[in-house]
């Protein structure tokens, strides 16, 4: 972790956008974004064949590093970025040393409180103000960039693939993100739940973020996150 208390307050003042991953950015002009300050997820790098467009501040924190095809994914995102960041959190340090050791734009975080606590369990303070100790990581990969954005200044913030409602996938196709075979082996989850779940990881969002004087704007196209005001992303661009 050492070196990213030098991004502190670096960009305060500077918009950007954390794109997530869901099927909304089929629809979504991510070249539009090519110069300005974006964050990108897990498997964006999915997307990178389509599009001119990468993410120049990429975030893993997933259970499904743990998969082959997912640590590709990350690599590639990796590679593309002129910042990124990897949770070190249980599985991540045993597929370390499948990564380059010359990576001096990539550090680890240490990612707190997952998915696997109930609703009614979540409190402000699982919020973090200082990256270089941890993150919390309760219901979604947005809710650490968001506070690694946070941290490092950005305001305001615009979430873009933010779309939620998951639902059951069918024979193995993942209607839940924007590419159908983005998790074609997923586990038994609990729909409602990680809806809930995310929810709940957004409205303690909205709560620190409000807090620390950032705005925070959905620019997704539909979903179902109404945490945030929504804005429309042409709008934003002008």
């Known amino acids: ?119 009614d369990q979540i409190q402000d303070d699982w919020w973090s103000d200082d990256i270089t100790e941890r993150v919390c990581k309760y219901g979604s990969t947005a809710i650490p960039a968001l506070q690694i954005a946070a941290y490092m200044g950005f305001n305001p913030i615009y979430l873009l693939g933010m779309d939620l409602g998951y639902k059951q996938y069918d024979d193995g196709i993942d209607t839940c993100h924007f590419n159908d075979k983005y998790n074609a082996q997923p586990n038994n989850m609990m ?17 620190n973020t409000d807090r620390l004087g950032v705005s925070v704007y959905n620019a997704t196209l539909g979903g179902l996150l109404e945490v945030y005001p929504r804005i429309d992303l042409e709008a934003v661009l002008g």
Not at 20 to 33: A, F, M, Q, R
Not at 195 to 203: F, L, P, S, T, Y
């Open 1 to 119: 972790m050492t070196g990213m208390e030098n991004y502190h307050n670096k960009f305060k003042g500077t918009r950007c956008f954390i794109v997530g991953n869901g099927p909304s950015l089929k629809d979504t002009p991510l070249e539009s974004l090519v110069d300005e300050y974006t964050f990108g997820m897990n498997r964006i790098a999915m997307l990178y064949g389509s599009t001119a467009w990468r993410a120049k501040i990429y975030l893993c924190a997933s259970t499904l590093y743990k998969e082959k095809n997912y640590r590709e994914d990350a690599l590639r995102a990796i590679d593309a970025a002129w910042m990124a960041f990897l949770d070190d959190y249980h599985y991540l340090d045993d597929a370390r040393h499948e990564l380059p050791g010359d990576l001096a734009h990539l550090h680890y975080i240490y990612c707190s409180q997952w998915e696997d606590l109930k609703r």
């Open 191 to 207: 729909v409602v739940d990680e809806d809930m779940n995310q929810i709940a990881g957004h409205e303690m969002a909205k709560h």
